[in-house]
């Protein structure tokens, strides 16, 4: 079984139709699904069934997959209801990004005492952070959310169209930071940066507490699984080395800002 576990869901419905039935019963869409890039193993997971029934879809595959061999249900222990339930797996996503573009916010502050402390402007830092707000906050996170995520709700809501207002408005920002960059104007820098430092700080609030759980008790399962596969065919679009090196220069920020710290001292 370990070997079909390992195998592309679309190779095991392949070669054992059954099993591709029996996603059906549990209304996780793998069959018409074109991405293809979930394993057999990662597909209870993406999909965030109860574990009960977790362990009956998985004994039902097995049987299929091996129909002569006694296969034993996996006893399942009723875990205690959690006060919070938690984000599916694409809503978990979209949460870990903001952990990144946190960090972010917070070392615009470091930022910050810079441009004021320096009599020349760090034209390249500032530039550096512009990019990792247009590249990782914009491009790979923010378009995942309008070109996907609220494609599964009404775009009418009031949430939504605060949500999306704060997007052009932390765009307006970034650009108003380019502009004051190549005009060497220190105090719209400022003023920018902390302004889009404020919005966002608010607005990760705002989807992380309201918005993604409110579009979570919403989702059905096959929904769930749709979202998770175009999150992940948007960001293999986009490819590896923009998070990487997004991530990158968010470490190599900490390791300038602890050695200014401990200088500091």
Known sequence: ????????????????????????????????????????????????????????????????????????????????????????PPMQQLVDEHVHIKQMIAYIANVLELVAQDEKIDKDLILDVVRFIREYADKYHHAKEEDILFDYTDKSLEIINVILEDHVTARGHIKA???????????????????????????????????????????????????????????????ENLPERNLDFLESLNSKFQQQHQGGN
């Open 1 to 88: 079984m370990q070997d079909f576990l390992n195998m592309s869901i679309k190779e095991v419905i392949e070669k054992h139709p059954g099993v591709g039935s029996l996603l059906e019963e549990y209304d996780i869409g793998c069959v018409p699904c074109t991405v293809a890039t979930c394993l057999l193993k990662d597909i209870v997971t993406i999909h965030n069934l109860p574990k009960k029934d977790e362990a009956i879809l998985m004994y039902s595959i097995e049987k299929e997959i091996y129909p002569d061999r006694d296969v034993k249900l996996k006893e399942v222990v009723e875990e205690e209801k959690k006060e919070e339930l938690g984000y599916s």
């Open 177 to 239: 930071v380019v502009d004051a960059v190549e005009t060497g104007n220190k105090e719209k820098i400022v003023d920018h940066l902390t302004a889009y430092q404020s919005l966002l700080t608010e607005h990760i609030r705002k989807e992380d507490e309201i918005l993604f759980p409110w579009i979570d008790r919403g989702l059905t399962t096959r929904q769930v699984g749709e979202i998770y596969q175009k999150f992940a065919q948007a960001n293999q679009e986009l490819g």
